[in-house]
């Protein structure tokens, strides 16, 4: 891949998912809040942010690694609040983590819905494993839904997105 390729997808998937981000805490946040109330720690029953790092990782491999580590960081500090500079970086640090350790066991980087699958629950996994036991290593106290919706939204998110990409390149046709 060529170094202009290389920023030019960090740059695509650092703006899409700032962009998934604040459609989720304005608009999907809220909706879900409406109907289903958590707690402050409520995760996401459809979490389209992981839903775009499962296709950028497909599509650009460890290459994306910058654009949305720098995209988690923002949106930690800025939508999340997390002030604590030392806990937005370890749980972007895992987010990220997470979503890179099941690549290595994926054959090809392509984006099917087999790929799809199985990175996200993957990584879904691993990512609400390793953001519980921070939290909990933290001494926060999480609700067991919480760390369930994670995992929820995190799949649900990755789905939403794959086919809503794919209905629009079907209309684009």
């Known amino acids: 891949m060529k170094i202009t390729q290389i920023l030019h997808f960090n740059l695509i998937f650092f703006l899409s998912y700032i962009v998934l981000f604040i459609i989720q805490q304005h608009l999907i946040f809220p909706i879900q809040q409406s109907f289903i109330s958590f707690g402050i720690l409520s995760g996401s029953l459809l979490f389209l942010p992981h839903g775009l790092r499962v296709i950028a990782v497909l599509v650009g491999g460890y290459w994306i690694f910058p654009g ?3 995209a988690h960081i923002i949106t930690g500090l800025y939508f999340l609040e997390i002030i604590n500079w030392d806990e937005n970086l370890i749980r972007s640090l895992l987010s990220m983590l997470s979503i890179y350790f099941p690549l290595i066991f994926l054959k090809k980087n392509n984006i099917n819905l087999q790929n799809i699958l199985v990175l996200s629950l993957t990584s879904s996994f691993l990512n609400s494993l390793f953001q519980t036991l921070y939290l909990q290593l933290s001494e926060i106290n999480l609700n067991g839904l919480v ?7 995190d799949i649900l998110g990755s789905l939403f997105l794959f086919y809503f990409i794919k209905y629009i390149k079907i209309q684009s046709q």
């Open 68 to 70: 949305l580590y720098l």
């Open 147 to 153: 760390v369930l919706s994670y995992l929820i939204g």
